[in-house]
DNA sequence: TATCCGGGGTTTTTT
DNA sequence: ACCCCGGATA
């Protein structure tokens, strides 16, 4: 093995080299910040350090497997599997499930995923009798995941003034009584929800500081990446595992900070150096990735921001092509020209399709966007959406296996007691769960037998309760023989869900079967893989707590054909691309319409220099003048962000046409869009000024507010002012036809 | 109990 | 446009 470090340009080799007490590195976009952290970490293995004595926090599972794969290959020997390397969600979930003793769960806890989550949220509001006009489930979670974020527990909630003061204010008084109940339900159905997971194990660890302990005395050296998006949870937690030792190496860019929506705190990066008052400070500038204009064109976009941390990303690539930026009339034929550019690109600069990636800020865009590039007959695949493990047929055989598992896991129990359909309706199932709080015991107690907890139905139904509980407990009882594998088939067989996909014939129907055989496939795959690992037997536990944290992204791709990738910015982040497509550009949809303070802004005004950053060769930007969206269409001015970036990066525009004037009053409330009609005349007089009379055959006489003309392809745009009442009347059609 | 229909509300990002 | 919910009906 030669020398690594040899790999590393100097500032990179300072950062890898330098072991020895807290330090951050900020890497800017395309700086190499993986390759800092992996080959840190090979230098580690190399210089005697134990693989399991290594904590690195990673953002995404895959890029933990990534990462473990690359240093697998700097290491002589095969030590890289014993690195102790994920997630903050996995690596909790994996001690909770060791140290569960310490926890008052079981080690077989459920993790709720969101949806589980809100379900539980609806049950609770439904059962105060509390107004779901006001106690929105969102914002009731988001409320909870908050105070979870930053370790208030239900009782330290209740007691804190300025928080009883918010909930008063935004009218759910209720919510820290709402918070209680949801933590008490979790605890009951042997149930931890994502934001638990770093709760619990903050919480374990400060009870019982002897497991604290035992970890720090583990994890000798912690790495986290992704720095900036850390919350205030998984600050504290970093903070007490690395208190005696201080070998702590934290990686990120607080330019690319991008999930506070998620708890995350900026703060965490920027405060490092006083959290960590022996702390050194290495900055990696020199990006490699992107073009000098490109990177320009990101610096002059995110100097705008105030609160930063000063560094000079800079490029010593060529010149590169200019950003450019273009407007289209509508989402649409926004999506259209992406698919026409991205033929044109490929055939031009000889790009394969997977170099080329089209972002955006909402996964609601994506449809017309795919609709264009099927139209186009272009490969794409599409990132984000709803995943596999989200997909009903998917939820319902996990639901099935979690209750197999975990009885009293009420949400898995309440969604599948009644699918495949066993006629037992929501009635019978809120009198169980009645029951079941009466007598203090659980749902599925309560099925055992129903009439002797006093539920009041019919012999048959009973029947019926009693049979789903012998087939979920007889499942059970093969736990112990029956690997992940085996049980998953008895499940998806003995419960009819494989049945019920086989006998709805239409498409729908063939794609949850063939969904319900490719989870029996990873099933397969999973325990292929840990047998590998040397596991003789592979409990179904050991899958649940896997997929509970999984998501799309850490999927690895199978196919080979080239395809377009389509995904949100967010989604985007650590990735990189030759072409760049950052679409949607507007106002109240990038930046989005709920940031309203300037912090909000300020994080939107990241994401965009996140998305441009993804660009190695070629950006573009668009926008649309229109976009159906909720059903109805939106005029739309050019995002702010756009003047944010430098000109001298941006291709100038050769059609001074395009610069038209839209009156503001276009976005004001009382102008509601009335209708698109595709077949409507309208007579107007030519060159439509504002302020001119116009008779459409539909609406009547009305004034033009605004309307352009424009010349490549005779288009006009009006809007309506119409007995008072301001309507806007939104038409494209040729010149001669009005 | 299941299903169909209509009305009302809601729209971000995701471990 | 879409989803969710409630009410009415089979």
Redesign the pocket.
Known sequence: MDNILEHLNPSQREAVEYNNGPHLVIAGAGSGKTRVLTYKIAYLLNNGVKAYNILALT???KAAREMRNRIQSLVSNDDAKYLWMG????MCARILRTEAKYTGFTHDFSIY??TDSKSLI?TIL?EQQLD??IY?T?AVLSRISWAKNNMYDPTSYNRDSNIIKYDKFSRMPMTGFIYSEYQKRLYEANAMD??DLLFNTNIMFREHPEVLQKYQQGFQYILVDEYQDTNYAQYMMVRSLAEPQQNICVVGDDAQS??S??GANIQNILNFQKDYSTSRLFKLERNYRSTQNIVNAANSLISKNIHQIPKHVYSEKSEGSKLQIKTLDTDREEASFLARYTIEICRKQHYDYNDIAILY????QSRVIEDEMRKQAIPYRI??GL?FYQRKEIKDATAYMNLVVNHNNEEALVRII?FP????????VDKIRLAARENNTTMFNVLSAPQDYGVQ??PA?GKRVVGFYNMIDSISQQLEQMSAYQIVDLVLKTSGLMAEALTDKTSDGTDRYENLDELRNSVREFEELRHQDGQDFVPLTDFLSEIA?V???DKTEQTNEPRVTL??A??AKGLEYPVVMIAGMEDNLFP?A??EEENDIEEERR?FYVAITRAMDYCLITNARTR????QINFSMPSRFIKDIDEQYIEKKKDVQEQRQFVSSFIQPNFQPLNTIESARCEIESPYPVGSRVRHNVFGEGEVIAAYNENDNDKIEILFDKAGRKTLLMRFAKLESC
Not at 87 to 90: L, V
Not at 421 to 428: A, E, L, Q, W
Not at 628 to 631: C, H, L, P
Request: proline share 0%; aromatic share 14%; net charge positive.
């Open positions: 953002f995404t599972n997630t903050f969600h996995a995923d969101t609806k439904k779901d006009k929105k969102n994502f934001d991008i999930y929506f998620r800020r909402t996964n609601a990132y984000g995943s009644n359909k066993r006629s037992i309706g929501d009635t019978t139905i019919s139904t944290l998501t799309d992204q995904m949100t967010h989604s989005s709920f940031a994401l159906f969206r909720n059903g």
